[in-house]
């Protein structure tokens, strides 16, 4: 896992992404970028893969659709912006209540 000096973001293989979603307390100690810069970051489509192979494409999660992250096609390195992790983390009453109405019972 790597953490971007200038935004906050993470850069993780799914597997660590995996990890650190069980990990107690993760979020705590890893997601310390501004969310509010994170959110900004949302709008930006063109964001390459650090390890040089290209474009990313922007994928959703598939628990929690709402958040929104880059997936490398080629290596499969996820980077996630500043608080992503931590709203995948936790599912709150709103993403439930959001899920319902959109006809997702899981």
């Known amino acids: 896992m790597h ?7 993470l850069w993780c293989q799914p597997e660590m992404l995996v990890h650190m979603k069980r990990e107690w307390m993760a979020e705590a ?16 489509d063109d964001i390459d ?24 096609a080629t290596c499969g390195g996820l980077f996630l912006d500043a608080g992503e992790l931590t709203d995948l983390k936790y599912v709150t009453l709103m993403d439930k209540l959001r899920d319902l109405l959109k006809g997702n019972r899981g």
């Open 49 to 72: 893969c650090p390890l040089g192979h290209g474009r990313m494409e922007k994928v959703s999660d598939e628990d929690q659709t709402h958040v929104w992250y880059e997936r490398c």
């Open 29 to 44: 100690a890893i997601d310390t970028g501004d969310p509010r810069i994170g959110r900004k970051l949302d709008k930006f």
């Open 3 to 9: 953490r971007c000096d200038v935004c906050g973001g």
